[in-house]
C-alpha cells in the first residue's frame, strides 16, 4: 500500500450568488495556527467545551504526523475553514469509540501510516462562508487522498446537534431514521449525507456534546476503486 508524502494544491472558482470567487484548497501549515484557532472559536461556541478546541501542539503534530491530512480553504485569500483527518485501522466488526481514543484527543499521535482508513478529526468552515459549500469542497478533497493513499474509506462520528431538541420523546435511532426520511434537517448529519457520507451505526458516550446528548452518528464513504 503506497502511502507517500505528497503536497495537496487545488485552484478553483466557487459562486456567491452570480459572483465567481477564487478558492483554494491546500495543506495547512505552521502559519496558519492562529487562524485555525480563530476559525474554531467562531465554530463551535459554547455550549461546546472550549478545551476541545485546538491549541498549537495538536496543530503541530498534524502538519508532521500526517499533512496530507491537514487540509484548508481560502476563499479570496482569506483562510475559512480546515478539515483534518488521521490514519487509522479501522474495524468494521468492532465500530464503537470514542472521538478522545481513535484521535488521540485531536493530537493523532496514534497515526498509523498502514492504517486501513482515513478518519475525520474535524471539520470547521467560518459561519459567514457556509453558503458557499466550502466544507462540501474539502470532503470532496480528502476522498481524493483516500483514493490517492489506496485506503478503504473515509470515516468519522458526525454530531448530532439538534438531537437534544427531540431527545425526551425520541431515541437516537429513531432520530437518525427521521433525518434520512426527510422528516428532520441535522446541520451536520444532513451536510455529511449530501458530501456522499452513509451511516454506518449510532455510538454512544462519543463526546461530550450537550447538543448531541454525547451521541454522534458514524458515517463513512467507502473508496470506490478498492
Request: net charge negative; with cysteine.
Amino acid at each position: 500500500m503506497s502511502k507517500e508524502k505528497m503536497a495537496y494544491l487545488s485552484e478553483f472558482y466557487t459562486f456567491d450568488q452570480e459572483k465567481p470567487i477564487p478558492v483554494v484548497i491546500r495543506n495547512y501549515t505552521h502559519a496558519d495556527f492562529d487562524e485555525l484557532i480563530e476559525i474554531q472559536a467562531e465554530c463551535f461556541p459554547p455550549p461546546f467545551p472550549s478545551e476541545l478546541w485546538w491549541n498549537k501542539e495538536q496543530l503541530h503534530n498534524h502538519v508532521t504526523l500526517f499533512p496530507e491530512g491537514a487540509l484548508c480553504i481560502e476563499v479570496n485569500g482569506q483562510l475559512a475553514g480546515s478539515l483534518t483527518g488521521v490514519c487509522v485501522q479501522f474495524d468494521s466488526k468492532h465500530p464503537s469509540h470514542k472521538w478522545e481514543e481513535i484521535t488521540d484527543g485531536g493530537y493523532i499521535r496514534n497515526h498509523d501510516s498502514q492504517g486501513n482508513s482515513l478518519y475525520i478529526v474535524d471539520i470547521s468552515v467560518r459561519p459567514k462562508y457556509r453558503k458557499l459549500g466550502l466544507g462540501k469542497m474539502m470532503m470532496q478533497a480528502m476522498y481524493q487522498v483516500v483514493i490517492q493513499l489506496n485506503l478503504e474509506r473515509l470515516i468519522g462520528g458526525g454530531r448530532m446537534p439538534r438531537y437534544h431538541k427531540v431527545a425526551e420523546s425520541m431515541s437516537p435511532d429513531k432520530y437518525l431514521d427521521a433525518v434520512l426520511k426527510g422528516e428532520l434537517r441535522d446541520p451536520v448529519i444532513s451536510f455529511l449525507l449530501s458530501c456522499g457520507r452513509t451511516p454506518v451505526t449510532i455510538i454512544d458516550n462519543y463526546l461530550d456534546d450537550e447538543e448531541s446528548i454525547n451521541h454522534a452518528v458514524l458515517m463513512e464513504w467507502k473508496n470506490p476503486f478498492k
